[in-house]
């Protein structure tokens, strides 16, 4: 009896231990289950928390509201105001407000609000401690030297030679565009605008009287007590602003 009866024993030892063991995993699993639940949860909360944001951070997927939209409007109004540099094809001169003659054109010089002016709609608001508004014409002007083919002149654009702003100008054939306006840098302290060709073949601004490469327009009284900005520059820094630009003049 002592041999079944040990075996016996060994059995029963045996079943306890392997239902012991199932409980257990079955434990182990469900432990497993609940923390990977609890970790999902804190997961999907942690990364929601983090789209969100904090409690007083905007919504962006809400239209912002009238309070919002004021308070931004705030925000560099300096630039928002400002009218930018270059051509203006919606601005003409006014040829008996005109500052100067040279060859084969009239200048204007002044604020978007001189009678110099005439615009095809509002007059732009000018930075007028930096900026000045530039227009010329050359219809119904004589020019003697005048390219074959030419029809007259258009901006090309500016350089800046020390203090002063040198306009250059170009011919323009028939039936090509043509820009007689732009804003432009208002020249330092004393420094004076100019207009010249834009190359050396071509008489658009030139002196009426002498000789010499370009024609004085002149300044307006309100001086400019600021240096030249970088974003004024243009290619000033890398060309030569008293020689004139090369232009393919198509000749």
Not at 82 to 107: F, I, Q, W
Not at 201 to 225: A, I, T
Request: aromatic letters at 4%.
């Amino acid at each position: 009896m002592v041999g079944p009866t040990y075996q016996a024993k060994q059995r029963q030892s045996a079943r306890l231990v392997a239902r012991l063991s199932s409980r257990g995993v079955a434990s182990a699993l469900l432990l497993l289950g609940c923390q990977a639940s609890i970790n999902a949860n804190g997961s999907q909360r942690i990364k929601a928390e983090s789209e969100e944001g904090p409690e007083d951070a905007p919504d962006f997927n809400k239209p912002l509201g009238a309070d919002a939209l004021t308070s931004k409007s705030t925000v560099a109004p300096a630039l928002a105001n400002t009218t930018l540099l270059g051509a203006r094809r919606d601005m003409s001169l006014v040829s008996e407000h005109a500052s100067v003659a040279c060859a084969c054109v009239k200048v204007g010089l002044g604020s978007a609000q001189s009678a110099a002016f005439q615009w095809q709609g509002p007059a732009p608001r000018l930075n007028d401690d930096i900026q000045l508004a530039f227009a010329m014409t050359s219809e119904n002007i004589a020019c003697n030297n005048e390219p074959k083919g030419a029809s007259g002149a258009s901006y090309w654009g500016y350089r800046i030679s020390g203090n002063d702003v040198i306009v250059f100008l170009e011919g323009v054939r028939a039936g090509r565009p043509r820009t007689t306006s732009a804003i432009i840098p208002k020249p330092v302290g004393d420094g004076r605008v100019y207009v010249a060709p834009a190359t050396s073949r071509q008489p658009y601004g030139r002196p009426l009287l002498g000789k010499g490469g370009r024609c004085e327009v002149g300044n307006v009284s309100d001086k400019r007590s600021t240096p030249f900005t970088m974003g004024e520059l243009g290619d000033t820094l890398v060309k030569d602003a008293n020689g004139a630009p090369t232009v393919d003049v198509g000749e």
